[in-house]
């Protein structure tokens, strides 16, 4: 991190943007290649059984003392933000489905338009219950 600029992996998942830093991906694959052991997140409280429909990649997240994945729709790409496009999460949006998450930001993405993204906290997500 340079001059107050953080660096992340964009990607959609369940209707929404987020950024999850880049200190904490170890890689992005095909979902079809997902060890069925490898806790996968529950973002944002969704199917309890297998893969959701349209995630087809799958993002691998050092949480700490685990992997976990992450279902996507489609990464984005890196994202340079720098800390005045970043804010905390108003409390009016917080919810259980949420709580691995207490920031968001204004983010370019690749067609120009900006586009507001959930900061995942990888520490957060560690202690998130996974499928």
Do not use: H
């Amino acid at each position: 991190m340079d001059g107050g600029v953080n660096s992340y992996l964009l990607f959609f998942s369940a209707g929404y943007y987020f950024l999850l830093p880049l200190s904490c991906v170890k890689r992005v694959t095909d979902m079809k290649e997902r060890d069925p052991q490898m806790p996968l997140a529950d973002f944002l409280e969704l199917p309890e059984e297998g893969d959701l429909p349209g995630q087809v990649y799958l993002i691998i997240a050092d949480c700490g003392d685990r992997e976990i994945g992450i279902g996507a729709e489609e990464v984005t790409g890196l994202v340079q933000v720098g800390e005045e496009r970043i804010y905390d999460l108003p409390e009016a949006v917080r919810s259980s489905r949420n709580q691995y998450m207490d920031r968001m930001a204004a983010v370019d993405t690749q067609d120009g338009e900006g586009k507001l993204a959930f900061i995942v906290v990888p520490a957060l997500l560690a202690s998130w219950p996974v499928l």
